[in-house]
């Protein structure tokens, strides 16, 4: 199933050492099966999204052969609500696909639930923001040269085959997207090789150069991609944190002698390293989830007329990441997208047993929770009026 496609089908596959071992620092393959992913994407599917959403360049957009297509030939002027915008025209569309052209649609998992459930289970398998893009091309053409990604990618082939290449990690390891040096180079030779068939999965570490074309079949696939917390993340938090000691705010002394410049300095320096030293990685990492964000949902009219959720009514935990819980005087509190609520002693059951299983019913979980019908209606009330669950 789609909804655990990363945190139990793909460890099942390539071993539980995923993550401690492989993630970030390897190529990792695997075969899920066809079956597996169909669910995920289907051409009736993507019909269905290019026909309903008003997509235009850059979201969807076109390449060949490395540069991008022109979005006039295969876009018209169009208006909406009053503004220019762009619109797809189909015969355009399918005269550069038949050419060769690469169709590249980014963040496909805010436009169809099956990958954005997917994407979900990713990041709570990874702990990190992730964002899916499709890749669509017919031929033995290819959409961009050799190059490398600025963030870690697991790609699953949806829909004929695709030939890969991965080099592996050029001339500075761990690239960044923004980062001193845009000047590195390609290693020699290749790490990995093989074409993608439906059900393949292929994970490409940040950095890794990697190659890719056409078979001269159709090909559709998946990047599901995810950005990791550096140390360039942690020196930016600690870098906020020194708003909150004195001495850092006090300026610098550059009309002073050179005497004292030299003392600010090494008190700032001194200053600086006691502020590291207090400054954990567990909990800067405790803080990174507790900021991370949940996914733009709605709940009307539960949220707005206040409506009592019955036994059958579906319920839905927002949270991605599941918050830890903390008593504090008597109540309950939990941390979501950087914002923190208090909720009497009751929703305690009730917001564990959401943890553990984020979908189901209003009398499931009073059941699961050992917690009275009226009191769980009660608790979904205020949950739903904070964004943390969804009624249906």
Not at 37 to 45: K, M, N, Q
Not at 99 to 112: F, K, M, T
Not at 273 to 293: I, M, T
Request: charged content about 25%; overall charge negative.
């Amino acid at each position: 199933m789609t909804e655990r496609l990363f945190t139990e089908t793909l460890p099942a596959a390539v071993g539980e050492d995923l993550l401690s071992t492989r993630l970030s620092t390897d190529v990792v393959f695997a075969d899920l099966g066809a079956e597996t992913v169909r669910p995920l994407l289907t051409f009736d599917a993507l019909n269905d999204i290019l026909s309903r959403c008003a997509l235009e360049p850059p979201r969807l957009r076109l390449h060949r052969e490395g540069a991008p297509v022109p979005p006039a030939r295969y876009t018209d002027a169009g208006t909406g609500s009053g503004a220019d915008r762009s619109v797809i025209r189909p015969d355009g569309l399918y005269r550069e696909l038949r050419g060769g052209a690469s169709l590249v649609l980014d963040a496909v998992d805010r436009l169809h639930a099956p990958v954005q459930e997917a994407t979900d289970d990713l990041m709570r398998l990874v702990r990190e923001r992730a964002q899916v893009n499709l890749y669509l091309i017919w031929g033995d053409s290819h959409g961009f040269d050799t190059h490398w990604d600025d963030h870690d990618t697991f790609v699953v082939q949806v829909e004929g085959t695709k030939s890969w290449k991965v080099h592996g990690p050029g001339s500075r390891p761990h690239p960044m997207k923004v980062d001193s040096d845009h000047g590195h180079t390609p290693p020699e030779g290749t790490v990995w090789e093989g074409v993608l068939s439906p059900g393949h999965v292929l994970h490409v570490p940040r950095g890794w150069w990697h190659t890719v074309a056409g078979t001269g079949d159709v090909s559709m696939h998946l990047t599901f991609g995810f950005t990791r917390a550096t140390g360039i993340d942690w020196a930016r938090s600690l870098l906020e944190r020194l708003y909150d000691v004195d001495f850092f705010r006090t300026d610098l002394p550059r009309f002073g002698s050179a005497e004292e410049r030299r003392k600010h300095r090494h008190e700032l320096v001194r200053r600086l390293a006691d502020a590291a030293e207090q400054h954990d990685l567990d909990g800067f990492l405790d803080e990174h989830d507790s900021r991370f964000p949940r996914r733009q949902s709605f709940a009307l009219p539960w949220a707005v007329d206040g409506t009592a959720p019955q036994a059958g009514t579906q319920v839905e935990f927002v949270p991605i990441l599941p918050p830890p819980l903390q008593r504090e005087d008597g109540r309950v509190a939990v941390t979501v997208s950087g914002k923190r609520y208090r909720l009497p002693a009751a929703a305690e059951p009730v917001l564990a047993e959401l943890a553990r299983k984020p979908h189901t019913t209003a009398g499931e979980l009073a059941d699961d929770s050992g917690t009275p019908l009226e009191t769980t209606a009660a608790v979904l009330q205020a949950l739903v009026r904070h964004q943390l669950v969804l009624l249906r």
